[in-house]
């Protein structure tokens, strides 16, 4: 199964499927998320933070979980008893934090981060694009795995995860408004979500329509 070594303790890939406290063997291989007010980075005060940490089964499902409470609900047209709709389909975070996980540079010993701003969201991935792969390129549908073990595992409905090359094609129809940064000096690589600037007339807050 490709999952341990010759000795019979786990490889890498093992460790992050697997293992009971991935964080304990290779704590570099975390999330780390954190909200916070205005545009810029550089601010000292947080909305919400949180170290995602287990086998990449559970840090998806905490990440997605993260990055659902932090997006703001419309009205979207429906009843003002309903509890709305995200800005954003959830869709395109799923196949986001699916992409960082599974392709991500494992031999680069730095976490996962997750920045969730006013205007935008970013998911910065260690790791640049490998190989001959372009940003154009994964645009329009091409794939290179990084990590077959990984994608092979995923595959078999533990995540979300077809390995045909189509998510990112798929999560720009459902929000086109993306851009992708590979950072070939800074060895990372950053999807960025930027969000649409909503009126507080279609925010909905516990299933109640506020006006402006």
């Not at 000292?44 to 609900?73: H, P, Q, V, W």
Request: proline share 5%.
């Amino acid at each position: 199964m490709n999952l341990a070594c010759e000795g019979g303790t786990l490889n890498l890939a093992g460790v992050l499927l697997f293992a009971e406290k991935p964080e304990w063997i290779k704590p570099q291989f975390i999330v780390k998320a954190i909200t916070l007010p205005g545009a810029d980075i550089s601010t000292s005060a947080y909305l919400d933070s949180e170290d995602l940490c287990g086998t990449i089964k559970k840090i998806y499902d905490d990440a997605l979980a993260f990055i659902m409470r932090n997006l703001k609900k419309i009205q979207a047209g429906q009843n003002v008893n309903t509890v709305g709709v995200p800005e954003i389909p959830q869709v395109v975070f799923e196949e986001l934090m699916v992409n960082a996980l599974i392709h991500r540079d494992y031999f680069v010993s730095a976490v996962t981060r997750i920045f969730i701003f006013d205007d935008r969201f970013e998911i910065i991935s260690p790791g640049n694009l490998p190989n001959n792969l372009t940003v154009a390129k994964a645009r329009t549908g091409n794939s290179d795995i990084r990590n077959p073990i990984l994608a092979s595992f995923a595959a078999k409905k533990m995540l979300p995860y077809r390995g045909l090359g189509s998510g990112i094609r798929r999560i720009l129809e459902a929000w086109p408004d993306i851009d992708f940064v590979d950072d070939r000096d800074g060895c990372t690589f950053t999807v960025i979500v930027h969000r649409k600037n909503i009126s507080y007339s279609k925010i909905m807050v516990l299933g109640v329509s506020y006006q402006e």
